[in-house]
């Protein structure tokens, strides 16, 4: 189920649409979004499998709230969440289709720590840990530069960390956007501050800059 919002997110203006259903959700200012996620939710294909067939190793049901972007970009936004369960998460998220995403994750760890985390999905999907962080909230940036994609994290928004560069089986268009997820817990809350969006092609990968 999709449909379109319309928001006074100024910061980010592209017409908005909603995949999966939010528990609630709201616009607290033109650069700044809360999403609730409901319980089990989450974008996810597990790559050792499931009770026999694909429908059952996948679970696409967490609210994304996402536009379609063309070319070169980075979407940056400050990321606070009420973490409660494990994999509890705020994302940002790049989306080709049910088979090909990636999204950047400020997620609470099995170690009840919160953690930044990259899963790429082509078919399937990876999970690969960062760095845990002292507080409840960090900087994350989703970018594109030609063919590949980038993902970055930052615990002040201004010194940036290199998490992932990886690829997508994507044109010219793809989706991008924010995620909230509770994939074992009764519900999540994550806050989108101070997000601002550029189409200026990313200059290294590596510091960030």
Same mark, same amino acid.
């Given at each position: 189920?999709?449909? !379109?919002?319309?928001?006074?997110?100024?910061?980010?203006?592209?017409?908005?649409?909603?995949?999966?259903?939010p528990a609630q959700?709201?616009?607290?200012?033109?650069?700044a979004l809360e999403?609730?996620?409901?319980?089990?939710?989450?974008?996810?294909?597990?790559?050792?499998?499931?009770?026999?067939?694909?429908?059952?190793?996948?679970?696409?049901?967490?609210?994304?709230?996402?536009?379609?972007?063309?070319?070169?970009?980075?979407?940056?936004?400050? $990321?606070? !969440?009420?973490?409660?369960?494990?994999?509890?998460?705020?994302?940002?998220?790049?989306? $080709?289709?049910?088979?090909?995403?990636?999204?950047?994750?400020?997620?609470?760890?099995?170690?009840?720590?919160p953690m930044v985390?990259? $899963? $790429?999905?082509?078919?399937?999907?990876?999970?690969?840990?960062?760095?845990?962080?002292?507080?409840?909230?960090?900087?994350?940036?989703?970018?594109?530069?030609?063919?590949?994609?980038?993902?970055?994290?930052?615990?002040?928004?201004?010194?940036?960390?290199?998490?992932?560069?990886?690829?997508?089986?994507?044109?010219?268009?793809?989706?991008?956007?924010?995620?909230?997820?509770?994939?074992?817990?009764?519900?999540?809350?994550?806050?989108?501050?101070?997000?601002?969006?550029?189409?200026?092609?990313?200059?290294?990968?590596?510091?960030?800059?």
């Amino acid at each position: 189920m999709s449909w !379109v919002e319309s928001s006074s997110l100024t910061a980010y203006p592209f017409p908005l649409t909603w995949y999966g259903s939010p528990a609630q959700s709201r616009f607290l200012g033109p650069a700044a979004l809360e999403i609730t996620a409901g319980s089990k939710t989450d974008v996810f294909v597990n790559p050792q499998g499931g009770e026999g067939t694909l429908d059952a190793e996948r679970t696409l049901n967490a609210p994304r709230l996402l536009a379609r972007v063309s070319g070169d970009f980075q979407l940056v936004s400050h $990321v606070a !969440v009420e973490f409660a369960a494990t994999f509890d998460a705020g994302v940002l998220l790049i989306w $080709v289709g049910d088979d090909q995403w990636g999204k950047l994750c400020f997620e609470y760890s099995p170690q009840g720590k919160p953690m930044v985390v990259s $899963v $790429v999905t082509k078919g399937v999907s990876d999970d690969a840990n960062s760095f845990v962080t002292p507080n409840r909230d960090v900087w994350l940036r989703a970018s594109r530069v030609g063919r590949a994609f980038a993902f970055h994290a930052s615990l002040d928004g201004h010194r940036w960390e290199f998490i992932r560069h990886f690829a997508l089986d994507a044109g010219e268009t793809v989706e991008l956007g924010f995620e909230a997820q509770s994939p074992t817990g009764d519900g999540c809350t994550a806050r989108f501050e101070e997000i601002a969006f550029s189409d200026r092609r990313l200059g290294d990968l590596r510091s960030g800059d």
